[in-house]
C-alpha cells in the first residue's frame, strides 16, 4: 500500500500547524495483544511493589517503635533490678540467733553482714543483736524483737524493744533517728533511749539527752533524760528511771566494741561511763593525767565494759572500783583510799 503524503504546506499558525502534524502522522496503530498484556502486567506488579514496600515501610517503622519502648522497658526494667539498694546499717553484734528477711525468707545470720534499706531483722528467745547506721549511730534489738530498717534514719519496730545510742550529739553528725510503732513515732535530739512496744503500748525511757514523742492518739509530748513514759489507748503514765539502772544493762553485750589499742586509759574509761550509764571518779588529782598518758594496747573482746576495764588495767598500775553509790573509783593499784 502507497504511503500517503500530505504535499499541501503547513499552515502559519500554532493550532493549525498541530492539526496539519496529526493528520501527517495518520492513524496510530493498536499494539498487539500480547504486548497489551505484557506492558499492563508490569506496571501492575511495579504498582503492587510500591504499595507493597509502602506497607512494610509503615510495618517496619511500627515494629521499630514497638522495639524500642519493649527495649526501654526492659532497661528499665534491667536498671531498677541491678540498682543497689540503700545501705541502711550493717550487724555489728550477735548474741544467739539473728534472722534477716530477704526475698521474703528469713535467713540466720551468724556475724557482720551488711543491711539495706527495706530489711527487715528479727531476734528471739535469749538473742540480741547490735546494729551500726549511718554516722556510727548504735541500734541494738533485745530478745524477741523485730524491727523494719526503712532507711538509716528510720527505724520501724514491729514488736518488741531497742536502744538508741546516737553518740556524743555535740562530736557526732549524723542524720536524725525515727523510731516508728503503730502507736507513735519517737525522734531523738542526740540521745541515749529505748523504745518499746508490746500489745499496743508505746513506751519511751531517755537515759540521755532529749526525745521528742508523737503518739498516734495523743498530743505530742517531749522526754528528758530520767523520763519513762508509757502510752496505753491514749493514757499517759511518767516514770523516772535512773542512766544507772539495771534495767538498762541489757545493751552492754551488744554494744560496738571500740578498739582500744593505742589508746590512752581515758580513752576506755569514757567507754564504760557511757555504756553503764556510772561517773568515773579518781582517787587522786595526779591520776588524771596518769589515765591520759598510760597507753594500752591488746583488744577487749567480747568483754562487756566493766570486764573489759578490769582486764585493761590490770595491765597498767591503775585499778577500778566500785563504791556504793555507783560511782566508778580509779586509784592506784593496791591502794585502799576510798
Given at each position: 500500500?502507497?504511503?500517503?503524503?500530505?504535499?499541501?504546506?503547513?499552515?502559519?499558525d500554532?493550532?493549525?500547524?498541530?492539526?496539519?502534524?496529526?493528520?501527517?502522522a495518520?492513524r496510530?496503530?493498536?499494539?498487539?495483544?500480547?504486548?497489551?498484556?505484557?506492558?499492563?502486567?508490569?506496571?501492575?506488579?511495579?504498582?503492587?511493589?510500591?504499595?507493597?514496600?509502602?506497607?512494610?515501610?509503615?510495618?517496619?517503622?511500627?515494629?521499630?517503635?514497638?522495639?524500642?519502648?519493649?527495649s526501654?522497658?526492659?532497661?528499665?526494667?534491667?536498671?531498677?533490678?541491678?540498682?543497689?539498694?540503700?545501705?541502711?546499717?550493717?550487724?555489728?553484734?550477735?548474741?544467739?540467733?539473728?534472722?534477716?528477711?530477704?526475698?521474703?525468707?528469713?535467713?540466720?545470720?551468724?556475724?557482720?553482714?551488711?543491711?539495706?534499706?527495706?530489711?527487715?531483722?528479727?531476734?528471739?528467745?535469749?538473742?540480741?543483736?547490735?546494729?551500726?547506721?549511718?554516722?556510727?549511730?548504735?541500734?541494738?534489738?533485745?530478745?524477741?524483737?523485730?524491727?523494719?530498717?526503712?532507711?538509716?534514719?528510720?527505724?520501724?519496730?514491729?514488736?518488741?524493744?531497742?536502744?538508741?545510742?546516737?553518740?556524743?550529739?555535740?562530736?557526732?553528725?549524723?542524720?536524725?533517728?525515727?523510731?516508728?510503732?503503730?502507736?507513735?513515732?519517737?525522734?531523738?535530739?542526740?540521745?541515749?533511749?529505748?523504745?518499746?512496744?508490746?500489745?499496743g503500748a508505746?513506751?519511751?525511757?531517755?537515759?540521755?539527752?532529749?526525745?521528742?514523742?508523737?503518739?498516734?492518739?495523743?498530743?505530742?509530748?517531749?522526754?528528758?533524760?530520767?523520763?519513762?513514759?508509757?502510752?496505753?489507748?491514749?493514757?499517759?503514765?511518767?516514770?523516772?528511771?535512773?542512766?544507772?539502772?539495771?534495767?538498762?544493762?541489757?545493751?552492754?553485750?551488744?554494744?560496738?566494741?571500740?578498739?582500744?589499742?593505742?589508746?590512752?586509759?581515758?580513752?576506755?574509761?569514757?567507754?564504760?561511763?557511757?555504756?553503764t550509764?556510772?561517773?568515773?571518779?579518781?582517787?587522786?588529782?595526779?591520776?588524771?593525767?596518769?589515765?591520759?598518758?598510760?597507753?594500752?594496747?591488746?583488744?577487749?573482746?567480747?568483754?562487756?565494759?566493766?570486764?573489759?576495764?578490769?582486764?585493761?588495767?590490770?595491765?597498767?598500775?591503775?585499778?577500778?572500783?566500785?563504791?556504793d553509790?555507783?560511782?566508778?573509783?580509779?586509784?592506784?593499784?593496791?591502794?585502799?583510799?576510798?
Amino acid at each position: 500500500m502507497p504511503e500517503y503524503t500530505d504535499h499541501r504546506d503547513p499552515p502559519a499558525d500554532d493550532a493549525d500547524l498541530v492539526a496539519h502534524l496529526m493528520r501527517a502522522a495518520g492513524r496510530r496503530i493498536e499494539p498487539p495483544a500480547t504486548a497489551y498484556g505484557r506492558v499492563l502486567g508490569a506496571a501492575t506488579a511495579t504498582w503492587e511493589r510500591k504499595v507493597r514496600r509502602r506497607r512494610l515501610l509503615r510495618v517496619s517503622a511500627a515494629a521499630a517503635a514497638s522495639i524500642a519502648v519493649v527495649s526501654a522497658v526492659v532497661a528499665l526494667l534491667t536498671n531498677l533490678h541491678l540498682a543497689p539498694v540503700a545501705l541502711a546499717g550493717h550487724v555489728d553484734r550477735v548474741i544467739g540467733e539473728c534472722e534477716i528477711r530477704r526475698d521474703n525468707d528469713w535467713t540466720t545470720v551468724a556475724g557482720a553482714v551488711d543491711l539495706g534499706a527495706g530489711e527487715r531483722i528479727r531476734t528471739h528467745a535469749e538473742s540480741r543483736v547490735g546494729i551500726l547506721l549511718a554516722g556510727e549511730v548504735s541500734l541494738r534489738l533485745a530478745e524477741r524483737t523485730e524491727v523494719l530498717l526503712e532507711s538509716a534514719g528510720r527505724v520501724r519496730v514491729l514488736a518488741g524493744k531497742i536502744y538508741i545510742d546516737t553518740g556524743d550529739s555535740a562530736a557526732s553528725v549524723h542524720p536524725r533517728i525515727e523510731v516508728v510503732t503503730p502507736a507513735g513515732v519517737a525522734a531523738d535530739y542526740g540521745t541515749q533511749f529505748e523504745v518499746r512496744y508490746v500489745e499496743g503500748a508505746f513506751r519511751v525511757r531517755v537515759r540521755e539527752g532529749r526525745v521528742s514523742i508523737d503518739p498516734s492518739d495523743a498530743a505530742a509530748l517531749g522526754a528528758v533524760a530520767g523520763d519513762d513514759v508509757t502510752i496505753r489507748a491514749g493514757a499517759i503514765e511518767r516514770q523516772r528511771i535512773a542512766a544507772t539502772d539495771a534495767e538498762w544493762q541489757w545493751t552492754q553485750a551488744i554494744a560496738p566494741k571500740p578498739d582500744i589499742n593505742g589508746r590512752p586509759v581515758s580513752f576506755l574509761l569514757d567507754w564504760v561511763a557511757r555504756e553503764t550509764g556510772k561517773e568515773v571518779r579518781f582517787a587522786e588529782p595526779e591520776l588524771v593525767r596518769k589515765a591520759n598518758t598510760t597507753i594500752l594496747h591488746g583488744d577487749i573482746g567480747d568483754l562487756e565494759p566493766l570486764d573489759a576495764l578490769a582486764l585493761m588495767l590490770a595491765t597498767t598500775d591503775l585499778e577500778h572500783a566500785i563504791l556504793d553509790d555507783g560511782t566508778i573509783l580509779i586509784r592506784l593499784r593496791d591502794s585502799q583510799q576510798r
